[in-house]
């Protein structure tokens, strides 16, 4: 599968974004589905997950409640609201997925990722 990010920007405090990740090839039901971010000077650290089926979801502390993550198999995109963000948000975010059997696990480690979008910059002004 490929995977196109887009919907960064520069937003300031307490704003929202939306992010998009499109996908071609294989459809997205066959991967666990993954958003990632690597602010400068930093390694890249996990956001959020979905599982295979998308009945299992996991936040990062920082982003829960403020982060959501959301997906349309029959559109093979992966969505990411990020309302209340702030300047320590600031970072490239990645989507990823992951070719899995498992339907309900979802994957916290970048290595565990097969394939990656190459990233929409997102820019939180204080």
Known sequence: VQLQASGGGLVQAGGSLRLSCAGSGRPFSNYAMGWFRQAPGKE?????????????????????????????????????????????DTAIYYCAAKSTSALRAVYFRASQYDYWGQGTLVTVSS
């Open 44 to 88: 890249r650290e996990f956001v959020t997950a979905n599982s295979r089926s998308g009945a299992d979801t996991s936040y990062e502390d920082s982003v829960k409640g403020r982060f959501t993550i959301s997906g349309d198999n029959a559109k093979n995109t992966l969505s990411l609201q990020m309302n209340s963000l702030k300047p320590e």
